[in-house]
């Protein structure tokens, strides 16, 4: 019960015509500073649009799969994917198109985008829950797995929060040194990485309270 592997660490602030300004050798001076910033501050506004959308759509579908259990698998991975998506939305690239306003050319190695603290009790966590889920014993498999799934949402919302103040430093600083650092730029992504997924893995793990098999419904 980690955090969700396939987690989309898509950067956008990365991509498409802002990355050709970046790195297209036959850009000027006026497109690289200017017109990047232009794109990253349009960037910035946006993400957060889309990040409280689909967290809204996240949210009003939960209760659907909360009273199907997750039952009807469509609805379970679309939910989930919502949350997360979203939470990243709001959380991480917003910070990452900031960054970019202020230095286009900030530059930080490659993040680890489940998160610090939130990553390491949940990893921890994930094991046991397994081999209880997989046990031939029934107690383990109908008891021991909710009492795990109770302590994920705890994992989740304390890791989280942890990761989300270490993120929100370590982006202050980065900000304010305008991004000249590169590993206080990759930390501050990896701990709002990391706390990106309170909502969307406290959700999961409050389901499998109710239903220890809903984890592998949740996913698409």
């Given at each position: 019960m980690?955090?969700?592997?396939?987690?989309?660490?898509?950067?956008y602030?990365e991509?498409?015509?802002?990355?050709?300004?970046?790195?297209?050798?036959?850009s000027?001076?006026f497109?690289?500073?200017?017109l990047?910033?232009?794109?990253?501050?349009?960037?910035?506004?946006l993400?957060?649009?889309?990040?409280?959308?689909?967290?809204?759509?996240?949210?009003?579908?939960?209760?659907?799969?909360?009273?199907t259990?997750?039952l009807y698998?469509?609805?379970?991975?679309f939910?989930?994917d919502?949350?997360?998506s979203?939470?990243?939305?709001?959380i991480?690239?917003?910070?990452i198109?900031?960054?970019k306003t202020?230095?286009?050319?900030?530059?930080?190695?490659n993040?680890?985008?489940?998160g610090?603290?939130?990553?390491?009790l949940?990893?921890?966590?994930?094991?046991?829950?397994?081999?209880?889920?997989?046990?031939?014993?029934?107690?383990?498999?109908q008891?021991?797995?909710r009492i795990?799934?109770?302590?994920?949402?705890?994992?989740?919302?304390?890791?989280?929060?942890?990761?989300?103040?270490?993120?929100?430093?370590?982006?202050?600083?980065?900000?304010?040194?305008?991004?000249?650092?590169?590993?206080?730029?990759?930390?501050?992504?990896e701990?709002?990485?990391g706390?990106s997924?309170?909502?969307?893995?406290?959700?999961?793990?409050t389901?499998?309270?109710f239903?220890?098999?809903?984890?592998?419904?949740?996913?698409?």
């Amino acid at each position: 019960m980690s955090t969700i592997a396939n987690f989309r660490m898509v950067n956008y602030a990365e991509q498409g015509a802002i990355a050709h300004l970046m790195n297209n050798p036959n850009s000027d001076q006026f497109e690289k500073q200017v017109l990047a910033r232009i794109g990253h501050f349009c960037g910035f506004s946006l993400t957060l649009i889309i990040g409280i959308t689909e967290t809204a759509f996240g949210l009003i579908c939960s209760v659907g799969v909360i009273l199907t259990l997750t039952l009807y698998k469509p609805i379970s991975g679309f939910t989930t994917d919502r949350l997360l998506s979203g939470a990243s939305q709001l959380i991480l690239f917003p910070y990452i198109h900031l960054l970019k306003t202020v230095n286009p050319a900030a530059s930080h190695k490659n993040p680890f985008p489940e998160g610090i603290v939130s990553y390491f009790l949940c990893k921890q966590l994930s094991s046991i829950y397994w081999n209880n889920i997989n046990s031939t014993n029934v107690i383990q498999k109908q008891l021991c797995t909710r009492i795990i799934s109770l302590l994920v949402v705890s994992a989740n919302i304390i890791g989280g929060g942890v990761d989300l103040s270490i993120g929100l430093i370590a982006a202050a600083i980065s900000i304010l040194t305008v991004g000249y650092f590169e590993n206080m730029n990759t930390l501050a992504m990896e701990g709002l990485g990391g706390a990106s997924h309170i909502l969307g893995g406290a959700f999961c793990s409050t389901v499998c309270i109710f239903n220890p098999w809903a984890f592998e419904n949740l996913w698409f």
